[in-house]
């Protein structure tokens, strides 16, 4: 008879890395599942045994009443839920409905982020009067012709920003360079950001960008290409090295230590730029898949 022997625990590099960096966001595409679906995996994924890479579960302000319903049955003496909340159009609403649920719901469930579309520095400057101090607020800024003065804005408040990666069609995922750009600019602001969409997986990689049949393909950033891309720009790598870090396709390339990571055996984060990265840098990444991220760092013998 075979005994089959229990893998490794991961490298403390891999868990620094990793710990708590992915936000649950099954309601949105490409899954989009339902209420019930949604808060019954994100339970799952709690009690499993890389509950330490989850984050968030995320939601719009306007289901929370919905979400309610749904985990009634799943909250347990573990500790609250933390919650990441899609504001609505009227900011207001929005703080006032997350205090009350906060307050009547804190011990099982408590919205402590805020996810807040903002194309003006106004829209900023306006949400920030408003922010009650325990809730953290991530700003989806535009990336036109405003976007320094955004992105000053929220070094000078002392906000993070939020960047869209990816989507269900190809002109949803931004050019390397775009990312890089964006990255760049919130760290020489000191502004930590977290990033959303199209980073299921941890190498960059061409994939059905949907779960359907007939699915259009394209290329995916990785969430591995990305958190180690920002690790290096906080240290001021040039921005072609950069872009083909953001460009690597293969997984030998990336070779995780006791100690830190090495890229090319030639460029090396040592465990305390990690753990800087996660701390100032990218914080987290939404994603609508939370097993997807596991079973590709699992193949790749990471976990």
């Known amino acids: 008879m075979s005994v089959q022997t229990a893998a490794p625990p ?8 990793l710990a708590g960096i992915v ?45 309610l319903e749904a985990a009634e049955e799943h909250f347990s003496d573990r500790g ?29 469930a408590v919205c402590d982020s805020l996810e807040v579309k903002a194309s003006t520095v106004s829209k900023i400057e306006n949400t920030v009067a408003a922010l009650p ?11 036109g012709e405003n976007f320094p003065e955004l992105v ?15 989507g269900t069609d190809r002109e949803d995922f931004p050019a390397s360079r775009d990312v890089i750009r964006f990255v760049r600019t919130c760290m020489a602001a000191n502004v930590p950001f977290k990033a959303t969409a199209g980073l299921h997986h941890p190498i960059r990689c061409f994939r059905p ?9 394209g290329t995916m950033h990785g969430f591995l290409n990305m958190l180690l ?6 240290e001021s790598y040039r921005v072609a090295l950069l872009e083909e870090l953001m460009e690597e396709e293969f997984d030998e390339a990336f070779a995780f230590r006791d ?40 193949g790749l013998g990471l976990l």
């Open 10 to 17: 991961p490298k403390q590099s891999v868990r620094t890395l």
């Open 23 to 67: 936000d649950y966001a099954g309601l949105f595409p490409p899954t989009m599942a339902a209420m019930a679906d949604a808060v019954a995996n994100y339970a799952s994924y709690l009690a499993s045994e890389h509950s330490w890479m989850l984050g968030r579960f995320v939601v719009p302000v306007a289901r929370l009443n919905e979400f």
């Open 80 to 108: 609250s839920w933390r919650l990441s909340v899609l504001a609505g159009e009227d900011i207001t609403t929005t703080i006032r409905d997350i205090k009350l649920f906060n307050a009547e719901n804190g011990s099982r």
């Open 133 to 143: 101090e325990e809730l953290t607020a991530y700003f989806e800024i535009s990336t």
């Open 152 to 166: 000053s804005t929220l070094s000078l408040k002392r906000q993070r920003a939020k960047i869209r990666t990816g």
């Open 209 to 217: 960008l949907t779960y359907e049949p007939d699915a259009p393909r």
């Open 229 to 234: 891309m920002t690790g290096f720009a906080r």
């Open 259 to 298: 100690n830190g990571v090495a890229w090319r055996n030639e460029h090396f984060l040592t465990a305390g730029h990690l753990d800087r990265l996660r701390r100032k840098g990218m914080i987290s990444f939404g994603s609508c898949s939370f097993t997807e991220p596991v079973e590709d760092l699992q």
